[in-house]
């Protein structure tokens, strides 16, 4: 008989939250701190979303999307995880950058980027001072017609090797072009800029594991393998979802899915306005990815002076088409040395990433399929070889992950790596203005994105679906 994974499962709940991702997760976990009766429904076996991470023979873990985040996941952490998770943030001091216009290292904050920029690049310091402080004052109110090249025309004309240095750590990031609003580069460049890059020592399943235990003492039912196929509605209200071929009722949806899917498959056309049904489908999403992932044979080791992060590029000039291009010119390599997880075995991995279109992959045959994988692999290695001489024979295992990958872990369009792009925050928040009581906290809008602005995005929606749950509860 196949496993029942709802057994025991209410009939009711005050809220239900669709997807574990962390924006998902944190939502759920403030909505249950706050004592309301949360059930939290996963379709993949393991809680994460992209926060995720995978285990091959021979003790290597791999970790997908632990490559950076800004230094407001501390404050984050603490104040709607633990203390506990918190304290295991740690900074990565070595950025290292390889390409035709520049080589170096930087511990990426506001006072080496200005180091880099009077010295190396001969900027005058009013000018860098300027521009810095013009981007920490962005924020989402500004005026959203200027866009990222527009910001960088303005301050730093011509200077395509200071946009380079500027914005590449970015596209990484987050997908984001020149093309898109400045705003979503000032916000996001500010966040890192503040105090540099950090991860989380332990590794993510250290991470999920522990978010896992904080969610089950504020009481929120985890259910796994339990995809949700629609969101019911009620005289324009969220009533219940549908899993497994069950109803449970609820006064709240918050969805951490994919945007585009939570409000055309999951809720229907048929239940909202036409005009912003129109506004949902002109949403675009963002790029995906592709990844490699190198594990050296036990014994074998990496010389720290490597790096932490490190953005390599053969491409004679910086442009976001070529970041994207299938005949790949940059690759970001993340050094994860056994530190990354203190007292586990230890081991060393490289994972190298490139943003990538869907549309050079989802179409293959599983023959060619098979076949770019291996080329990628191949290709990385090489590429990696001009940096660590012999690496190649230290590796024991290498494998790739593609856009076709991240859709089937996490269902996201196109596999859609950081969710979809700036017009998508406005359809987002005004879901529940379309129906009752629903609610999206998901990669949105390039600003929603990411590791802290997912679990950000969590925090700003769970206040919200509190506020009317308690007012709710003061009114019957
Ligand atoms: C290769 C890669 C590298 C990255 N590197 C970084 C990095 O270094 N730093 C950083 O800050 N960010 C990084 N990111 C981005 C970051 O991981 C994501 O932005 C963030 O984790 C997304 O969180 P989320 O809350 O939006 O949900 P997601 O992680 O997108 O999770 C959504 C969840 O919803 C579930 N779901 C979907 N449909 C249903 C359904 N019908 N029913 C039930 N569940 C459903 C999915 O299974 C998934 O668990 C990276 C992403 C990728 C792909």
């Known amino acids: 008989m196949p496993r029942d994974f709802l057994k025991g499962v209410e009939d009711q709940y005050d809220v239900v939250v669709i997807g574990s991702g962390l924006g ?34 021979g003790g290597h873990v791999f970790d ?12 984050s952490c603490r104040r709607y995880w633990n203390r506990d998770i918190a304290d295991r943030i740690v900074q990565l001091k070595n950025i290292r950058f390889d390409n035709p216009q520049f080589s170096l290292t930087t511990t990426f904050n506001r006072e080496d980027f200005t180091r880099l920029l009077t010295t190396d690049f001969g900027i005058a310091p009013d000018k860098v001072n300027d521009f810095f402080d013009t981007a920490r004052g962005m924020n989402f109110y500004d005026d959203q017609a200027t866009t990222t090249r527009q910001l960088f025309d303005r301050f730093f004309p011509g200077r395509d090797d200071v946009v380079r240095l500027l914005m ?32 989380y020592e332990g590794g993510t399943d250290d991470l999920v594991a ?51 899917t939570t409000i055309l498959k999951m809720i229907g056309p048929e239940k909202l306005d036409r005009d912003y049904v129109d506004q949902t489908e002109a949403v675009r999403l963002n790029n995906s990815s592709t990844q490699v992932y190198m594990a050296l044979k036990p014994g074998e080791e990496i010389d720290e002076s490597s790096g932490d992060l490190f953005f390599t590029s053969t491409a004679e000039e910086f442009r976001t088409d070529l970041l994207l291009s299938r005949d790949i010119t940059s690759r970001t390599f993340s050094f994860y040395y056994p530190r990354t997880r203190p007292g586990k075995k230890e081991r060393f991995a490289i994972v190298s990433s490139t943003n990538a279109n869907w549309s050079d992959w989802a179409d293959l045959n599983e023959h060619d399929y098979e076949a770019s994988k291996k080329d990628l692999v191949e290709t990385t290695i090489d590429a990696l070889e001009k940096y660590i001489p012999g690496v190649r024979n230290k590796i024991d295992r290498a494998e790739a992950a593609t856009p076709r990958t991240f859709n089937h872990y996490t269902q996201h369009e196109m596999g859609a790596s950081f969710g979809t792009k700036f017009e998508g925050l406005g359809v987002s928040r005004a879901l529940p203005q379309q129906v009752g009581g ?22 700003i929606v769970s206040n919200e679906v509190d506020q009317q749950l308690t007012s709710e509860s003061q009114h019957t």
Not at 39 to 56: C, D, I, M, N, P
Not at 64 to 73: A, D, K, Q, Y
Not at 180 to 192: L, Q, W
């Open 168 to 199: 590449e750590p970015i596209t990484y990031a987050n997908g984001s072009t020149l093309e898109d609003p400045a705003i979503t580069y000032g916000i996001v460049f500010s966040n890192f800029m503040n105090k540099g890059v950090f991860i």
């Open 210 to 260: 522990r978010m896992k235990k904080e969610l089950q003492a504020n009481g929120v039912d985890i259910r796994i393998n339990c995809g949700v196929d629609r969101i019911h509605v009620q005289d324009g209200k969220v009533s219940a979802v549908e899993t497994h071929g069950r109803r449970i009722g609820c006064r709240a949806v918050v969805s951490n899915a994919n945007l585009r």
């Open 64 to 75: 997908i999307s632990l490559h950076g985040f800004p230094h407001g996941m501390i404050k």
């Open 24 to 57: 998902g997760m944190t939502s759920a976990n403030i909505l249950g701190r706050a004592g309301h009766r949360v059930l939290l429904l996963e379709q993949h076996y393991k809680l994460g979303g992209l926060a995720t991470w995978f285990l091959r023979p």
């Open 438 to 459: 629903m609610y999206h906290a998901g990669s949105v809008g390039i600003i929603m994105s990411g590791w802290l602005g997912a679990i950000n995005y969590g925090v």
